[in-house]
């Protein structure tokens, strides 16, 4: 059991926190904090630009993050690694730049589970080039995403499956192995958003016998700062695309007349990048490492299936999970109690859950709901956590005089 509470300063400034909103934001935990303060006290300047010592310290270090996020996903072309904003704008980068290259009547295929910044980039890109954008449907029974819902979309047409890696609602985990070998044979090209696997799983792509074309996530949900994303794509598609961001960095020469683009990564990274934050995801890395993912995974999956034990308990209440979940969200509703209540009640106690419809409304309306309440479970929650939130569901039923 892992026992990290100390390792991050916001339970310590806020005793009593019981923080189950990683699902949305990760916390940070000192091992990150403390480096990039001490960075941006001793050594920031501007990447890239500049011969003196700081430019050519903190160049080392932003280049450095970028070998290890190609480690981490386990891809050895570490240019063709680029760090964007989040995982929206990774996926808008593709969609704008890999979109220019699809032409009428070809055809996208998505799942009904994506976030919305897995489906609305999609759903603006099939409009704008008169694309087919077709759905593949979650089981409503076992909240499963099973193959074969996926593979009868296929045609000729197929250009490319937009693919959540993991549900950030249901904790669903959709089959992108086997999508990306099939995908491979047939010449389509495959996008994993990795938004919630990344953080929580040990995955190394080449072991596995997989190539996606490209793989998306956030550096604030696996104890980075915000405002670092990163987008792997395959050489020889990224080689394809024309840049989406243009200005400076992005260059190899400019002329009044004509521009010729740098290579990877530069090609895609205009402008000054998010420096502070892209350090902050190579110290985080390093810090879930040294932890471990597969702990991590074990440990939150312990957590999630003990509190979906105690919340079916509930009377009234409603989980929504696949069986043998293997990470630590639980979406669930209360009868009769609304989820945006749910989340209130629970605030008071200082239980941070979140409420709503969570970016994914065509799952959540296909699913006959409204609204769902979601805990989610990372690294620091302990089995006191479980007990809390327990507490707090059985409190807002009191409240409601259920
Ligand atoms: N995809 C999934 C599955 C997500 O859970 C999220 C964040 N909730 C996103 C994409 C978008 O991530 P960001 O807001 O960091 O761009």
């Not at 904090?33 to 920031?44: K, L, N, P």
């Not at 981490?72 to 980068?93: A, C, M, Q, R, W």
């Not at 009234?316 to 209360?334: L, Q, Y």
Request: with cysteine; proline share 4%.
């Amino acid at each position: 059991m892992l026992d990290l509470k100390k390792d991050f300063p916001i339970f310590k400034e806020n005793p009593g926190l019981c923080f189950l909103d990683s699902g949305a934001s990760a916390q940070k935990p000192s091992y990150v904090i403390d480096f990039v303060a001490d960075f941006y006290r001793t050594t920031y300047a501007n990447i890239h630009r500049g011969v003196y010592k700081q430019s050519w310290e903190t160049t080392v270090l932003y280049d450095r993050a970028r070998e290890k996020t190609a480690e981490f996903l386990g891809v050895e072309d570490v240019d063709s690694v680029i760090f964007t904003k989040n995982t929206t704008e990774s996926i808008n980068l593709v969609a704008y730049s890999f979109g220019e290259t699809l032409t009428e009547g070809d055809e996208i295929i998505v799942s009904i589970m994506e976030h919305h910044a897995n489906l609305v980039p999609w759903q603006m890109l099939a409009q704008r080039k008169k694309l087919k954008l077709k759905i593949a449907y979650v089981n409503k029974e076992t909240l499963t995403l099973p193959i074969e819902n996926i593979t009868k979309l296929i045609t000729d047409k197929t250009k490319l499956i937009a693919l959540s890696m993991c549900s950030n609602v249901l904790g669903t985990i959709s089959p992108f192995v086997e999508i990306c070998k099939i995908a491979n044979e047939k010449g389509i090209r495959v996008l994993l958003d990795g938004a919630q696997y990344m953080p929580h799983h040990k995955i190394n792509f080449k072991e596995l016998g997989i190539n996606p074309d490209f793989v998306v996530f956030s550096g604030h949900k696996l104890c980075s700062f915000d405002g670092v994303g990163v987008l792997y794509g395959k050489r020889e598609v990224l080689d394809k695309m024309q840049p989406f961001l243009t200005g400076g960095d992005m260059i190899e020469s400019v002329s009044i007349e004509k521009t010729e683009f740098a290579p990877l990564p530069n090609k895609f990274e205009a402008g000054t990048p998010p420096i502070g934050a892209v350090i902050s995801l190579l110290k985080a890395i390093e810090y879930l490492e040294s932890v471990g993912l597969d702990k991590i995974e074990q440990h939150e999956t312990m957590l999630a299936r003990e509190a979906i034990k105690r919340l079916k308990e509930i009377e009234g209440v409603r989980v929504f999970a696949p069986e043998n979940i293997k990470n630590g969200i639980v979406s669930f509703t209360i009868d009769g109690i609304h989820p945006h209540d749910i989340a209130t009640i629970l605030a008071e106690e200082k239980v941070c859950i979140r409420a709503g419809m969570h970016c994914a409304e065509p799952l959540i309306t296909y699913l006959g709901q409204d609204s769902f309440a979601r805990a989610t479970f990372y690294l620091y929650n302990d089995l006191d956590d479980v007990e809390k939130l327990i507490k707090a569901v059985k409190r807002c039923k009191e409240v409601f005089k259920l």
